[in-house]
Each structure stands twice: as structure tokens, then as C-alpha cells.
């Protein structure tokens, strides 16, 4: 006897000819090639009170087979997925990270669906979702019009193994500039781990940016330092000294030779967008934007996180 399974729409439709010409369920079952149990469960199920009607039958079955998924995941769940959602964790990086702590899994297209029906709801879960958007700028000629810094180090003479991943300590550096061109967050990005140091300088100069950059990296390990053209880097000498680090440039608007930076800097701007005041910005926000972004899993890093990596701290589950 062949099993119950579960029957296409095309078989609903077909279930509602034959039944118009009065096919009994044995002959309804021949037809469609499946068990007569088959046909009995549908007809009782989906069934509603002007009869059996192939397009609300179909309804009927989806409704029940979203229901059994959603039971299936339970309500602590949930409050697991929202909580980590609260820490700007995406959904892909939610369900990913599951899998790899070996918890019940819940996809990541499930979790946009149940995000998405908080928004219907008047919830706010939405607003944790990031927007990425392709930023491009226009350059006349692409020549760099900011002058030239004195003996700069091209990206071209920097070790063939930074671009390998396979070591700690190779950063890259870049600004992120607040409104009116006058505060400044230093951003730095490690290349294996992803880690994040950021600071903020009362001015966008050469002077306060080489004291913050010396400050976030002298705890750490520092070989190679990766920058963009800016003035802000001019004492690039200074650093490399006081770290023992080397100090590479990147080629002028040749944003993807920094992409991780360039990346944490969308990221950074999740919390402090464009044209947003940087003054009143806090040590204690920055850290608290650092924390989110180092102990969020990364899909680059196997779904581990950069304090994880760089420092090679065990998992951490997510329920503790």
C-alpha cells in the first residue's frame, strides 16, 4: 500500500474535476496514482463549506504545513533570535552561528519572515536589519588632489603574505568624518580576525590621528599598517616607529586594496551615519559599538567572532 504524501496543487485541481463527474475516492485515488487515504485526508482537511475547492484547499495545506514549522521552534528560541537581532546580528549570522554550536537551526530566510511580520505588527525588530548600499564617487581623472606625503610607502612594497590572511597583526586604517569636516572616528580593521579599535579625535589631523592610531595598537600586535592617501596620515613615519610596525599607502581611490576597512566602516556607520554629529559621541559608545562588532560571528571567519580569533577564545554559546 503506498504511504500518505502530500498532493500538488495540480492534483487539487485535478481532485476537483473528478469529483464533478462523481468519482468515487478509490477511483479519485487511481487517477492521481496515490493511496485512497491520501484522497480521504485531503477531502476532510481541506474541505470548507461550499465543498472542496482546489484553490482554497491548496491555502488550507500551506497554512497547516507554516504552522507546523513555526511550532517547531519554540518560543525561547525566538527570544534567543530577537535578543541577538537587538545586537545587530543579521539573520544569515544568526542561523550560521546555530549550526556551528550545533543548537536547532532555524534559517535565515525564517527569521527575515518572522522579522518582517513583527514590522506588520508594529514591532521594531526591522530596524536592526542592515542596508547596504553601493556608495561611489566621482573623481575627475582620478588624480589625487591631496597632495603628496612625504616618503610614503607604496601598498606595493608591503609583504606578499598580508594579502595571504594567514598572520595577526596586518591593520588597516582609515577616518570615518562627521558632519562639518571637523571630528573624526580613527577606524582600524585586522585583516585575519576582522577585529575593530576605534577613536575619536576632537580634529581630523596628522597629529591626533597618529596619537590615537599609536594608542588603539600598542596593546596589540602590529606588523603592517594599511592606509588610505589622506593628510591625516602624513605622520605615518612617526607610527611606524613608535610600533615597530610598517607603514604601507594604498593607491590613490583603490578603495577595494582596503576592503575590510572599507567594510567596517559601512558597519561603523550603522551606528553613527552620515552627517551625524560626532561631538557628543562617548568612549563609552565607542567601546559599546566595538564590543557589538567583535563579538558578532562573521561568515568569512567560519561564523566565529574576531575576539574569538584574535585572541583564540573557545565558542562562546550563545545561550550563556
Request: glycine share 4%; with cysteine.
Amino acid at each position: 500500500m503506498k504511504g500518505y504524501k502530500q498532493l500538488t496543487r495540480e492534483q487539487r485541481y485535478q481532485i476537483y474535476a473528478l469529483k464533478k463527474e462523481r468519482h468515487n475516492q478509490l477511483e479519485l485515488a487511481r487517477n492521481l496514482g496515490v493511496d485512497k487515504s491520501t484522497i480521504s485526508r485531503e477531502l476532510k482537511r481541506n474541505q470548507g463549506r461550499r465543498g472542496y475547492r482546489p484553490k482554497q484547499a491548496d491555502e488550507l495545506a500551506r497554512e497547516r504545513k507554516q504552522q507546523r514549522v513555526t511550532a517547531r521552534i519554540t518560543a525561547a528560541q525566538w527570544q534567543q533570535v530577537e535578543k541577538l537581532l537587538a545586537q545587530d546580528w543579521s539573520p544569515e549570522q544568526i542561523a550560521d552561528r546555530l549550526t556551528l554550536e550545533r543548537q536547532p537551526t532555524i534559517s535565515h530566510e525564517r527569521i527575515y519572515q518572522y522579522v518582517y511580520a513583527d514590522k506588520q505588527q508594529g514591532g521594531t525588530l526591522y530596524r536592526h536589519l542592515r542596508c547596504q548600499k553601493v556608495r561611489r564617487k566621482r573623481y575627475a581623472g582620478g588624480r589625487d588632489r591631496r597632495g603628496q606625503i612625504p616618503a610614503r610607502r607604496s601598498i606595493e612594497e608591503r609583504p606578499r603574505v598580508v594579502a595571504l590572511r594567514t598572520r595577526l597583526g596586518d591593520w588597516e586604517a582609515d577616518t570615518i568624518v562627521g558632519r562639518n569636516h571637523r571630528e573624526a572616528l580613527l577606524s582600524l580593521a585586522e585583516r585575519k580576525s576582522k577585529l575593530v579599535r576605534l577613536a575619536k579625535v576632537s580634529h581630523n589631523t596628522a597629529e591626533l590621528v597618529a596619537e590615537a592610531l599609536t594608542t588603539q595598537l600598542a596593546p596589540l600586535t602590529a606588523k603592517t599598517i594599511t592606509s588610505d592617501n589622506g593628510r591625516e596620515f602624513a605622520h605615518h613615519q612617526q607610527i611606524a616607529r613608535s610600533l615597530a610596525a610598517d607603514f604601507f599607502f594604498a593607491h590613490p581611490y583603490a578603495s577595494w586594496e582596503r576592503g575590510l576597512n572599507e567594510n567596517t566602516n559601512g558597519l561603523v556607520r550603522q551606528y553613527f551615519p552620515k552627517k551625524s554629529d560626532f561631538a557628543p559621541i562617548t568612549n563609552a559608545q565607542l567601546d559599546h559599538v566595538m564590543q557589538r562588532l567583535n563579538n558578532r560571528p562573521r561568515k568569512t571567519l567560519s561564523y566565529k567572532t574576531p575576539n574569538e580569533v584574535y585572541f583564540k577564545q573557545p565558542l562562546v554559546a550563545l545561550t550563556t
